[in-house]
């Protein structure tokens, strides 16, 4: 899946919602998952045991798994108008 293409430094959008965010804190806690919103864009941080990404959104640091985060494409050339 993309996770062979995700790693430390790379930008990710969240594309889908968890039920609830964990925080990347050496204490983690749970958050309501409308902290973020689909589309929010961070960067990789870390890779954690349990399949789980650190990354750092605008809004705090979380724990992700794969399948609500997606790597981010630069498309400038499509963004040209003629």
Known sequence: MNEQHISV???VSLIS???YLKT???MPML???DIL?????????DR????YWGVKFAKGTFLMEIQY?????TQESSH???
Do not use: H, N
Request: hydrophobic fraction near 30%.
């Open 9 to 11: 430094g790379s930008k």
């Open 17 to 19: 919602k968890p039920p």
């Open 24 to 26: 990347a804190d050496p």
């Open 31 to 33: 958050r309501p998952s």
């Open 37 to 45: 919103d689909i589309g929010d864009e961070g960067v990789v941080m």
């Open 48 to 51: 954690r045991p349990g399949g």
């Open 69 to 73: 985060i997606a790597l981010v494409t």
């Open 80 to 82: 040209k108008d003629v």
